[in-house]
């Protein structure tokens, strides 16, 4: 079986990234299925999960939660500019915010970008005080979030699931 290697990371082959893409689809798949759909037995699928596991490809299987449902009505991008010399500082107190959910690194302006997931109008209110209280913000900027078409967290990874459909 053909390997190849990816970006600074060991090398991975087609079985693997076949089980990369099951994975994202199911992760509560049994391995005695998951050897099944790739003609393996259910310790090897074991063994090679656990390696991609072990090599953090594999960084955390974890439930995607239907917040809506559990009373958390309100999801928004918050820009913060922030000062460049405190950045750091400014990253690890966001990180510990329960309701900040995902902060990336972009170019340009802002510095920043959080995603939130509130209650309501109220308590994102709340998170934004807190964020504009932090030393080294230096401004933020809101949109919510008024429909979601698209969120997922499945990328094709094999060669024959990556070519074009019309």
Request: charged share 30%.
């Amino acid at each position: 079986m053909k390997k190849r290697s990816l970006a600074g990371y060991e090398e991975i082959d087609e079985k693997d990234l076949m089980i990369l893409e099951i994975l994202q689809k199911n992760s509560d798949i049994t391995f005695t299925d998951l050897g099944k759909q790739l003609k393996i037995s259910a310790s090897t699928a074991y063994n090679r999960v656990k390696k991609l596991k072990e090599t953090g490809l594999i960084k955390k299987i974890v439930a995607i939660i239907d917040y809506d449902r559990l009373g958390y009505r309100v999801k928004a991008l918050i820009f913060i500019k922030t000062d460049p010399k405190k950045i750091d500082s400014v990253v690890e107190i966001l990180k510990k915010k329960d309701r900040i959910v995902a902060i990336y690194d972009v170019t340009g302006e802002p510095t920043l970008v959080a995603v939130a997931i509130a209650r309501n109008h109220v308590d994102l209110a709340s998170l934004l005080d807190e964020i504009g209280r932090i030393e080294g913000v230096q401004s933020t900027n809101t949109m919510i979030i008024m429909r979601t078409f698209k969120e997922s967290y499945e990328l094709s990874l094999t060669q024959s699931s990556t070519e074009v459909s019309e």
